[in-house]
C-alpha cells in the first residue's frame, strides 16, 4: 500500500528542483529532490493561508510599506509555532515513507531550510498576497 502512496505522492510533485553533484550534501540533495518540489507544489495554497492568515491578524500586513510586509512574513513564520507547524505539516504531508525517515534524522536542520525557503517564496508573491 505504502508503495502506491509513494508513487502517487511522486508523480504529483514531480522531477527535483535545482542541481546535485556528488559533492551535494544530504540536506542539498533533500532539498532539491524533495522540498523544492512539494513548496512548487504547494504554491499557490501557501498564498491562501497566508492571506487568511494575516486577514485574521486583524489585516494589519495589508496597510504596511512593502519592505515591512516582507519582515512581517519573516517574523509570523519564524516567531508564530502553531502557524509554522501548520506550514511545516503542508510539506511533510508530501514526502514518501523513506524521505519521512531521512527527515527525522535530521529535522532541526531541514526545518530551517524548509521555513527559509517559503518565507522567500512568500516574499517573491508578495504581489499576489497583496490583492
Do not use: C, H, W
Amino acid at each position: 500500500m505504502e508503495a502506491a502512496r509513494d508513487n502517487n505522492v511522486l508523480e504529483l510533485r514531480g522531477e527535483a528542483l535545482g542541481t546535485i553533484t556528488n559533492q551535494s550534501s544530504n540536506e542539498e540533495i533533500f532539498q532539491n529532490k524533495t522540498l523544492r518540489p512539494i513548496l512548487k507544489l504547494q504554491n499557490d495554497l501557501f498564498i491562501q493561508v497566508f492571506i487568511n492568515y494575516a486577514a485574521k491578524q486583524k489585516g494589519v500586513f495589508f496597510s504596511l510599506t512593502p519592505e515591512k510586509k516582507m519582515a512581517y512574513i519573516e517574523n509570523v513564520i519564524q516567531r508564530d509555532i502553531k502557524f509554522r507547524n501548520s506550514l511545516k505539516g503542508m510539506i511533510i504531508a508530501f514526502f514518501t515513507l523513506d524521505e519521512y525517515a531521512e527527515y527525522i534524522q535530521i529535522s532541526s536542520n531541514l526545518n530551517k531550510r524548509m521555513m527559509n525557503m517559503l518565507i522567500e517564496r512568500l516574499k517573491s508573491n508578495i504581489q499576489l498576497i497583496e490583492q
